[in-house]
């Protein structure tokens, strides 16, 4: 299936004050100064700066004025971060951001590709539930959505009675979704979905870096694009760059600001329940975030999802880019 389709570029915004206005620290973002596992925390912190809806929850909490359940994230940085969404996440003392990520459980020393999952996750009933009965997101039985399940446990027999029922249970249900979706492969691989299979895991920190860089060159341009033109854009990352633009064409620019927008919506459903958020892993992308029937537009598969769920996840982006994200004039106002 084609789902192709032009998206034209944001304008910026009215108050934007134009590239000679623009400091560098804004958009250019340079991965060698911080270590591989305070990478996941920083791109976290910046997309949320760029997020109207998270800045306002922020605002507030610290107002302490009621609203209808803030998300996990808006409460941690309100709660932590007193200089969001002013400054950004460099201008907060390195010492200083390390003592609050440790007291909230993070290891900033830790890289998050590393990390081992456990065999078996369970999640609260009411965040799985949260897309459905907010109208935002419903499971459409696509294949990703088999993933999901709620399971019911009866205390009265002995665990090792339970575990022996789920595996009985789990060996029949993998054989069947095998069987049924073998004509829908994922990955370079083209393997089936629900065959067992093991990542295989990068080498060394510098690798585990490079997948970063590319997140944060997308959130540079949706940035630069809230202040000014492609063409000025370009001009001005090449002139810093020393003849090396952040993109050199309208069409990688727009791809990029769209592609930005797609992980900021992510985040902003993730971080309803969860701080700093580890989404760069493809299938943590609908595991954590919760996506049913509306596939990623740009990286992922699209044959598990029709056109309609396509074209319907894309007009979330473009109300996203239009109305919930922050000029720079406008994160350092409040």
């Known amino acids: 299936m084609n789902t192709s389709r032009t998206i034209k570029l944001t304008e910026p915004r009215a108050d934007a004050q134009g590239s000679t206005t623009t400091p560098r620290n804004y958009w250019d973002f340079n991965l060698s100064q911080v270590t591989v596992g305070h990478l996941n925390p920083w791109l976290n912190y910046e997309f949320a700066r760029s997020c109207r809806g998270i800045v306002q929850c922020v605002q507030k909490i610290r107002a302490d004025i009621e609203q209808e359940t803030p998300p996990v994230f808006a409460r941690f940085l309100a709660a932590r971060f007193p200089e969001f969404p002013a400054k950004a996440w460099l201008e907060i003392g390195s010492k200083l951001r390390i003592e609050r990520l440790r007291s909230a459980g993070i290891d900033p020393d830790a ?103 590319p997140w944060f060159k997308r959130l540079a341009a949706l940035r630069l694009l809230q202040e000014m033109k492609w063409d000025s854009a370009a001009d001005l990352t090449e002139e810093a760059s020393e003849g090396h633009p952040l993109y050199s064409e309208k069409r990688a620019w727009t791809r990029a600001q769209q592609e930005a927008g797609d992980l900021l919506l992510r985040f902003t459903m993730a971080w309803k329940s969860r701080s700093f958020p580890f989404l760069l892993v493809p299938k943590r992308l609908h595991r954590e975030v919760g996506l049913t029937g509306c596939g990623h537009p740009f990286l992922s598969n699209t044959r598990a999802w029709n056109q309609d769920n396509v074209e319907h996840y894309r007009e979330r982006i473009r109300n996203l880019l239009a109305q919930e994200t922050l000029s720079r004039q406008e994160i350092i106002s409040f």
């Open 111 to 213: 890289d998050p590709f590393d990390r081992r999952e456990e065999p078996i996750e369970i999640y609260d009933i009411h965040d799985v539930l949260d897309g459905v009965s907010g109208g935002e997101m419903c499971f459409s039985r696509s294949m990703t959505d088999e993933v999901y399940g709620v399971i019911k446990i009866n205390f009265d027999h002995e665990n090792s009675t339970i575990v022996k029922t789920f595996e009985a249970w789990l060996a029949k249900r993998r054989t069947e979704l095998i069987k049924q979706y073998k004509d829908n492969p994922v990955g370079r691989e083209n393997r089936n979905f629900f065959e067992p299979h093991t990542p295989p895991r990068q080498r060394g920190h510098g690798a585990n870096q490079s997948q970063f860089r």
